[in-house]
């Protein structure tokens, strides 16, 4: 199935086709695009939409859509769950400081956005850094 958002992704546009690709669409293909053309597009492609304004999924009850798609699409994953706070953080001004991780991530996020990437490009670079964070997770909640 085909996912767009807006373009120039950042934490929350980065980590949701992430988690997509990991749990929820093995087989998704993501478009990014000028934001007042999300919802037109997917529309036009038969796509999702997520992270922007009307959106399938987007930020809600005081969630991001990272953690909003978690809920919709049932995943019960403590490390995933813990990984959840970190990008809400992340991607949540007034809430930056919900784990210790999430200014961390929100760094790294930030300095993937400076580099002016492609959006597919970014995507493809970032992969590994929520792949990383996710094993980190699962690490974590062991312990627990």
Do not use: N
């Not at 980590?15 to 007042?36: R, S, T």
């Amino acid at each position: 199935m085909k996912w767009v958002t807006r373009e120039r992704p950042k934490t929350d546009r980065i980590a949701c086709p992430w988690l997509i690709e990991k749990f929820i669409d093995p087989e998704a293909e993501f478009l990014y695009v000028p934001a007042d053309e999300v919802l037109a597009t997917a529309t036009r492609e038969g796509a999702k939409s997520f992270d922007c304004t009307g959106a399938d999924y987007g930020h809600r009850e005081g969630k991001c859509t990272f953690e909003m798609l978690i809920e919709e699409h049932g995943l019960d994953d403590p490390a995933l769950a813990y990984l959840a706070q970190i990008v809400h953080g992340a991607d949540v001004r007034d809430d930056r400081d919900i784990t210790p991780e999430s200014r961390g991530l929100l760094a790294v996020a930030e300095g993937f956005h400076a580099l002016e990437l492609d959006d597919h490009e970014a995507l493809r670079l970032q992969r590994p850094v929520y792949d990383a964070l996710y094993r980190w997770c699962q690490k974590k909640v062991q312990v627990q």
